[in-house]
């Protein structure tokens, strides 16, 4: 049935971490598919070897930090990087940090703020995202207008390749353009071009002070006003977020509304001063229970409820759209985004991230996805945006009728994929058509 | 020679002025930033996409190899001619097709000097980070296609992180669009971030979508002078350990403070050893504390710390610098520039280094550097109709070179990698990392049509 050679792989790990009775596998493993077998590396040398025999023998190999999507390696290898989770360097003179990809995103946060210091990236999920992973995905999140997105922070790395050789890359200078840019290229490629198995981290020296403003609106609408009406006042703060009522109690327990978050990480001086600004300018725009949070433990409570509905939403990505547009036309993108979806209050999730321009919308039971989006794509398209990802570039490439320039991509992606795994061994799982 | 027929479909693809086939004219597109120097077979300069895509598709078919082409003012060999190829100049397209600052995009055409586009965003309180100091001549696309640094990188980044989406016309003539208008547009793989800095070897840029930002309210520009160049990197060190990052470290010796000097009277002292030009951004009200605290940190060792009173005052600073590479022409009429980069802890050491390469070769050196970012640029001058010097100076360079690694740093910060640095690649490089950029290359290009010989070999 499979083709996994079990002894070998206990040869290389050890007996302890091969796991194939299913009882067991289960944590370790979400989606429909059903690997053969689970195992645990705890080195690069570890994860090469076990690379190489599933190119020997022709296996699929999923890899997860703790949890590995099943999807696509039935009968196949999940590789959990969870053992390799240690901080290998904290170097305060370079603001760099050596980490192993299995190290838990959460606790990675804790060290480096042990550290004085700061990473920018949010976890894509609480409690289980690792830094391999982030780097995996390689998104942009609400903190990237200051920041930056994710990719900013990865200034080199350890990959195996999916045949299995060992490949490093990029070095502890903050600026290096030499050879051809794969450091950032391997960002979001989603362990398609090989297996992370050390991370060059870049950091930053923590904020001198943090501040949140909060408030609800009856609608969404007017807290959009409120943004762009900051935006045009010159105010750019680190997050300015919205959250739907529906999905608004799950952030903060009783809240009744729509929640606006405006996290300010900066200097002392000017985030007092801006604190104020945003509140009248939330209160004048017809918020209510406007409140300035500056006390730790309060800050970080409103944050987490952020964050935590972000990570429920990326959970069922399947069923939701993601769009961007311009972000002062965030107000007209939601006027006309009523006409397809009723009212977004009600809507089962509506999340704004309001100085990228990007909305995610959960879908309620029922709609088609598709459908949506590509009605979706037009109205975003008209604002100077788009569906996001690589769906959106199928839908735009519809929208120009230019069926030519999707091919072109997608045979060009297709390529590359295949150019670093010819067998097509690693996360099978992963599309690259839309 | 381009037989007349190729000659003939050129013109009617761009026009019959927009083709150069005559020597006069050949001659003046094989020069670069470097000494280096090459000839096309003609140079051929679209207006439009669409007569991009002409041209790549002509050129296909008589197997002849395009190398693109900006303002020509790269320091790495990128632009040029290669054997039996010719150059397609981005410089007649020039247009800025929008500024949209209220959603902090720009779209423009890859022949827009950066300069230009900064003028354009200043009338509206807006700019561009990425600034080279050949911002007054360079071009978007050619900023796009070495990834570009500047004196505002310790903060902003390099040109890469301002490039949101760019039109690309493949070396099959196929157009495809990468990225958008904002983070969350890449199709699955990041296609502009591997473009950018590829040097044109990947494909044609036609249309770069850029992030812009306003200007920032309100800056502190510093300037503290050292006896010697050793005390102005700790000083560096001490800022970034006080949590502060400045948009601006940048350090020149006592041969460019004269230099300069002798160019500009900026009134530099020219017995200092060295100078740090530091500069802060952001709220007006964070602004003192910064500023006295960096005053704090650079007095422990500094001779003289001065705060820049007037708008002028920061012109005069600035001018100083960005002669820096120019102003040296006056000692010696050759210069070679230098991009070597280490981690920031190593700057000492690596200015230790090259203190060390001007003696063992007996070189004249002059040290400009990014001193925040750990970049430096040495200058070696020399006379280039000296056959005998100009080999001593490549191996005082290739020396160079060899300790940035050895310091793990790169033989590159800003300039890329073209064909002056290439044959160092492998040095920084292992094998499985430069068969991944030849993966990527044959992904784009198996046919090798585009900038040939550029970076790596096929």
């Known amino acids: 049935m499979s083709n996994v050679n079990i002894s070998k792989l206990k040869g290389i790990v050890g007996d302890a971490y091969v796991i194939d009775s299913p009882s067991e596998m289960a944590k370790y493993l979400k989606g429909q598919g059903k690997p053969a077998v689970v195992v645990l590396p705890a080195s690069t040398s570890e994860v090469s070897s076990i690379v190489k025999l599933a190119n020997e023998k022709n296996v699929k190999l999923g890899v997860g930090g703790a949890v590995v999507d099943t999807q696509g390696i039935t009968g196949g290898i999940a590789m959990v990087m969870s053992r390799m989770n240690r901080l290998l360097e904290m170097d305060q003179l370079n603001l760099v940090a050596v980490v192993e990809p299995g190290l838990l995103h959460k606790e990675f946060l804790l060290k480096v703020a042990e550290f004085g210091l700061n990473f920018p990236p949010e976890p894509y999920e609480i409690e289980t995202s690792s830094v391999g992973g982030c780097f995996a995905i390689g998104d942009s999140d609400s903190k990237s207008f200051e920041y930056g997105p994710t990719r900013t922070f990865l200034l080199g790395f350890e990959m195996v390749l999916p045949t299995g050789e060992i490949l490093e890359i990029g070095n502890k200078c903050i600026k290096n353009v030499s050879g051809l840019d794969f450091i950032h290229f391997a960002v979001g490629s989603q362990g398609t071009f090989g297996i992370f198995t050390k991370l060059l981290v870049k950091l930053l020296p923590a904020p001198a002070a943090k501040k949140a403003v909060i408030g609800t609106f009856a609608s969404m609408h007017k807290a959009n006003a409120a943004f762009n009406t900051l935006i045009k006042r010159n105010v750019h703060p680190t997050r300015m977020n919205l959250i739907n009522a529906s999905l608004a109690k799950n952030a903060k327990p009783g809240t009744e509304g729509q929640l606006v978050i405006v996290d300010l990480q900066g200097f002392k001086e000017s985030g007092k001063n801006i604190a104020n600004e945003v509140a009248s300018v939330l209160t004048l725009g017809g918020g209510s229970d406007v409140k300035i949070i500056e006390e730790g433990a309060e800050y970080d409570q409103v944050i987490n409820g952020w964050l935590k509905v972000r990570a429920e939403l990326n959970a069922k990505r399947s069923r939701t759209v993601e769009f961007v547009v311009g972000p002062m036309k965030m107000p007209q993108a939601l006027a006309q985004l009523e006409a397809l979806t009723g009212d977004l209050g009600a809507y089962p999730g509506v999340i704004v991230e309001g100085l990228l321009g990007y909305v995610c919308l959960a879908l309620p039971e029922g709609t088609d996805k598709l459908d949506l989006a590509t009605k979706v794509n037009k109205l975003a398209m008209s604002l100077g945006g788009n569906v996001k990802g690589l769906l959106g570039h199928k839908l735009k490439a519809d929208v120009y009728n230019d069926a030519e320039m999707w091919k072109q991509t997608t045979s060009l992606l297709n390529e590359l994929r295949q150019q670093f795994d010819p067998k097509g061994i690693l996360n099978p799982g992963v599309s690259l058509e839309a | 020679m381009l037989s007349q027929a190729v000659v003939k479909r050129l013109k009617e693809i761009v026009g019959e002025k927009n083709v150069v086939t005559d020597k006069v004219g050949l001659l003046t597109y094989g020069y670069d930033g470097t000494l280096l120097s090459g000839e096309a077979l003609g140079v051929v300069s679209p207006t439009t996409t669409e007569q991009v895509v002409e041209i790549v598709k002509l050129m296909n078919e008589h197997d002849i190899k395009l190398v693109p082409r900006g303002a020509g003012t790269n320091e790495s060999g990128g632009t040029i001619p290669s054997e039996k190829s010719v150059v397609i100049s981005f410089t007649k397209m020039t247009k800025i097709h929008e500024i949209d600052t209220e959603n902090f995009v720009a779209v423009v055409e890859p022949g827009v000097i950066n300069f230009d586009l900064q003028v354009e965003l200043a009338k509206k309180n807006f700019y561009f980070p990425p600034d080279p100091s050949s911002f007054k001549a360079s071009t978007i696309g050619g900023n796009l296609g070495e990834c570009s640094g500047g004196p505002k990188c310790f903060k902003y980044g390099v040109t890469r992180d301002y490039m949101l989406g760019l039109e690309v016309v493949l070396p099959n003539g196929k157009v495809i669009q990468t990225g958008g208008r904002n983070f969350q547009s890449e199709p699955g793989y990041d296609l502009t971030r591997i473009i950018v800095g590829s040097e044109g070897i990947l494909g044609l840029v036609t249309k770069v979508f850029v992030r812009?930002?306003?200007?920032?309210?309100?800056?502190?520009?510093?300037?503290?002078?050292?006896?010697?160049?050793?005390?102005?990197?700790?000083?560096?060190?001490?800022?970034?350990?006080?949590?502060?990052?400045?948009?601006?470290?940048?350090?020149?010796?006592?041969?460019?403070?004269?230099?300069?000097?002798?160019?500009?009277?900026?009134?530099?002292?020219?017995?200092?050893?060295?100078?740090?030009?530091?500069?802060?951004?952001?709220?007006?009200?964070?602004m003192d504390e910064q500023v006295k605290t960096i005053g704090e940190i650079a007095s422990k060792i500094a001779k003289e710390f001065k705060v820049a009173q007037s708008a002028a005052e920061v012109d005069q600073i600035w001018t100083s610098r960005r002669s820096a590479f120019g102003s040296v022409a006056r000692v010696r009429p050759s210069y070679g520039v230098n991009d070597i980069t280490v981690p920031r802890s190593n700057f000492p050491k690596a200015i230790g280094g090259v203190l060390k390469v001007a003696k063992d070769f007996g070189v004249t050196i002059g040290v400009v550097a990014h001193a925040g970012d750990g970049n430096l640029h040495p200058l070696i001058l020399f006379d280039q109709r000296n056959k005998e010097e100009t080999e001593t100076v490549h191996a005082a360079e290739q020396a160079l070179c060899m300790m940035a690694l050895d310091l793990d740093g790169t033989i590159s910060g800003e300039h890329g990698i073209g064909l002056v640095k290439k044959k160092y690649l492998d040095k920084e490089f292992t094998p499985a990392a430069m068969e991944a950029f030849r993966k990527i290359k044959r992904s784009f290009d198996p046919s090798n049509r585009f900038n040939p010989g550029k970076i790596i070999d096929l």
Do not use: C, W
């Open chain 2, 212 to 286: 812009i930002l306003p200007i920032p309210r309100a800056k502190k520009t510093m300037l503290a002078l050292y006896d010697k160049v050793e005390d102005a990197s700790q000083t560096v060190a001490d800022i970034v350990a006080a949590g502060i990052i400045p948009t601006t470290l940048e350090l020149m010796d006592n041969l460019l403070i004269n230099t300069t000097e002798d160019f500009t009277h900026a009134g530099l002292p020219r017995d200092a050893g060295a100078v740090l030009i530091i500069e802060v951004d952001g709220y007006q009200e964070d």
